[in-house]
């Protein structure tokens, strides 16, 4: 059976994925601050569950610890927006842009490294969850869309160096998710996460070449 490690699984696109791998099989170690909402999603997908904050090093070890050396897909999907409603980079204060970057942006890469041994002995894969906010220049996004744009070029850069695992980095597109509502967007409008997901899932079921992918193409393909 193949395992995944998914952050930020209590919720939105996390959870989608959780539930599309768990159906298709997959063994699954999730993780989220919410320890109540992530225990919900492990009793529905039979996930290990470890609640915690992936800035925290401590925890990412608890996460690389219950992964083991068996891990066959890194998700890193946890993110923050930073600040909320989101300033105007004039007055974006050093400091949450830290905090944003050690989220999005540390923690994946800390995590990646944790796994990777183990990853390129197994020739797995890497699937880093980004935004169109990483490459489009939207006023008020430009701390959560600078830290995008760093994990896509981490992301680029580690595919160039992992010949034996997919990296793949990936923009699902809006979803109807706590987020998009957060940013103060009409998360109504937009899909449920469940559709990213499921075309998101191509990436895996059809190891995909290592590069950059849109959620909307994804589910566009034949
Ligand atoms: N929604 C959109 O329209 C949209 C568009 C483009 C890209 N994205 C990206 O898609 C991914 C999923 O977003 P979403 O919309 O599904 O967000 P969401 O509904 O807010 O869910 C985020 C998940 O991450 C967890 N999380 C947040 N910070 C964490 C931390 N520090 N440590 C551990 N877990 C953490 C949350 O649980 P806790 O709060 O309990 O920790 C929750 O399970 C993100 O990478 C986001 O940037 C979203």
Same mark, same amino acid.
């Not at 063994?27 to 492990?42: E, M, P, Q």
């Not at 004039?90 to 989220?103: N, V």
């Not at 959560?144 to 699902?172: R, T």
């Given at each position: 059976?193949?395992?995944?490690?998914?952050?930020? &699984? +209590?919720? =939105?696109? *996390?959870?989608?994925?959780?539930?599309?791998? @768990? $159906? #298709? =099989?997959?063994?699954? %170690?999730?993780?989220?601050?919410?320890?109540?909402?992530? +225990?919900?999603?492990?009793?529905?997908?039979?996930?290990?569950?470890?609640? *915690?904050? %992936?800035?925290?090093?401590?925890?990412?070890?608890?996460?690389?610890?219950?992964? =083991?050396?068996?891990? #066959?897909?890194? %998700?890193?999907?946890?993110?923050?927006?930073?600040?909320?409603?989101?300033?105007?980079?004039? +007055? /974006?204060? @050093?400091?949450?842009? &830290?905090?944003?970057?050690?989220?999005?942006? /540390?923690?994946?890469?800390?995590?990646?490294? @944790?796994?990777?041994?183990?990853?390129?002995?197994?020739?797995?894969?890497?699937?880093?969850?980004? !935004?169109?906010?990483?490459?489009? *220049?939207?006023?008020?996004?430009? =701390?959560?869309?600078? !830290?995008?744009?760093?994990?896509?070029?981490?992301?680029?850069?580690?595919?160039?160096?992992?010949?034996?695992?997919?990296?793949?980095?990936?923009?699902?597109?809006?979803?109807?998710?706590?987020?998009? $509502?957060?940013?103060?967007? #009409?998360?109504?409008?937009?899909?449920?996460?469940?559709?990213?997901?499921?075309?998101?899932?191509?990436?895996?079921?059809?190891?995909?070449?290592?590069?950059?992918? $849109?959620?909307?193409?994804? @589910?566009?393909?034949?």
């Amino acid at each position: 059976m193949k395992t995944a490690l998914i952050t930020g &699984a +209590s919720r =939105g696109l *996390g959870r989608a994925l959780a539930r599309t791998l @768990a $159906r #298709d =099989g997959w063994n699954l %170690v999730v993780d989220a601050r919410d320890a109540a909402a992530l +225990s919900a999603v492990a009793a529905e997908t039979g996930a290990t569950a470890i609640p *915690g904050d %992936v800035a925290d090093p401590a925890h990412r070890a608890a996460l690389a610890r219950a992964a =083991g050396s068996g891990l #066959d897909l890194l %998700v890193n999907n946890a993110s923050t927006l930073g600040p909320t409603p989101m300033p105007r980079l004039a +007055s /974006l204060p @050093a400091g949450a842009l &830290a905090d944003t970057f050690a989220t999005n942006v /540390l923690a994946p890469l800390a995590l990646i490294q @944790a796994v990777l041994p183990g990853l390129r002995e197994r020739r797995g894969a890497i699937l880093n969850i980004t !935004s169109d906010a990483a490459v489009e *220049g939207y006023e008020t996004w430009g =701390g959560y869309g600078a !830290s995008k744009a760093a994990l896509e070029q981490l992301s680029n850069v580690l595919a160039a160096e992992e010949p034996d695992v997919a990296v793949w980095w990936a923009d699902p597109g809006e979803m109807n998710t706590a987020m998009l $509502r957060a940013a103060g967007e #009409d998360a109504d409008a937009a899909p449920p996460p469940e559709e990213a997901a499921a075309a998101l899932h191509r990436l895996v079921s059809g190891r995909l070449p290592s590069g950059r992918y $849109r959620a909307a193409d994804l @589910a566009a393909a034949p």
